[in-house]
C-alpha cells in the first residue's frame, strides 16, 4: 500500500537539479510532499489532487500524473537549504490517512 | 505556523513500564495522527481520529492505544513498554477540508531498555 520512492538518495552540488518520483500501485486522491530534517518534524511542501496539475514552491515543484498514479517533485537551482529526507504521502480516497514513502535523501553540497 | 506539541521529547525507560506521550494542538483540527519512524526510515501511521470520541488503528499494527476526550488533546499509552518499542512517535493533526495538510509535532523519541 505504501508508495514507492526513487532514488534512495541523491547528491547534489548548489544549483544543480533533481528529479524525486513517487509511485502508487492504486489510484490516488492526493500525494502530499513534505521535507524532514535531520532530527526534526516532516514540514509540509505541497499537495496534488488527482486530475493531474502540477505546483510549485519557490524552486520547488512537482507534477501529479493521474493515470500513471505516479507524482514528480522537482528540485530547480539547489541550495544548501534543499538538503533533508524527502517523502510522499498518499491519500487513495478523501480519507484523510496518508501512506508514506521510504523517503529520498537529498544532500546539496556547495 | 502550525502549534502542535509533544511531551516528552525524549524518554528512556525500563520495559514493562507503563506510559504515556502526550500530544496538543492550539489549531482547533479535528482530525489527529500518530505516526511511528525508526531513524532513516518511512513513517507508519498507527493510530489516527477523526474527532472527539473517534479512535481507528492505522497501517501498522501497534500495542499502544489512545484516546480522543478533547478536540486538542491525543495521548498515546503503551500498557507495558518492550525494547521493540523502542521508535520515534510523531503526531499530526490537520483541518476537515477537501485538502488538509498534516502538520507534525517535534515527535517523541523513546528508547526501551
Known amino acids: 500500500q505504501q508508495p514507492v520512492q526513487s532514488p534512495q538518495a541523491v547528491i547534489l552540488r548548489e544549483g544543480e537539479d533533481a528529479v524525486i518520483n513517487c509511485s502508487s500501485s492504486k489510484a490516488l486522491y492526493s500525494v502530499h510532499w513534505y521535507r524532514q530534517k535531520h532530527g526534526e518534524a516532516p514540514v509540509f511542501l505541497m499537495i496534488?489532487?488527482?486530475?493531474?496539475e502540477q505546483k510549485g514552491h519557490e524552486k520547488i515543484s512537482a507534477s501529479f500524473n493521474e493515470k500513471k498514479q505516479q507524482s514528480s517533485l522537482y528540485l530547480t537551482a539547489s541550495q544548501l537549504s534543499y538538503s533533508g529526507t524527502y517523502f510522499c504521502?498518499?491519500?487513495?480516497?478523501?480519507?484523510?490517512?496518508?501512506?508514506f514513502g521510504a523517503g529520498t535523501t537529498v544532500t546539496v553540497r556547495a | 505556523e502550525a502549534d502542535i506539541y509533544q511531551t516528552p521529547r525524549y524518554l528512556v525507560i525500563g520495559t514493562g513500564k507503563k506510559i504515556t506521550l502526550e500530544c496538543s494542538q492550539t489549531m482547533g483540527h479535528d482530525k489527529m495522527y500518530w505516526y511511528q519512524q525508526d531513524p532513516g526510515m518511512e513513517l507508519h501511521l498507527i493510530h489516527y481520529s477523526y474527532g472527539v470520541n473517534s479512535t481507528e488503528k492505522g497501517d501498522l499494527s501497534s500495542e499502544s492505544t489512545v484516546s480522543r476526550i478533547r478536540t486538542e488533546h491525543f495521548p498515546l499509552t503503551l500498557e507495558s513498554a518492550r525494547p521493540s518499542h523502542t521508535s520515534q512517535y510523531l503526531c499530526?493533526?490537520?483541518?476537515?477540508?477537501?485538502?488538509?495538510?498534516?502538520?507534525f509535532g517535534p515527535g517523541t523519541r523513546l528508547t526501551v531498555l
Open positions: 499530526a493533526s490537520s483541518h476537515f477540508q477537501d485538502t488538509d495538510t498534516q502538520y
Open positions: 504521502g498518499t491519500e487513495r480516497s478523501n480519507d484523510y490517512k496518508l501512506s
Open positions: 496534488l489532487l488527482k486530475g493531474g
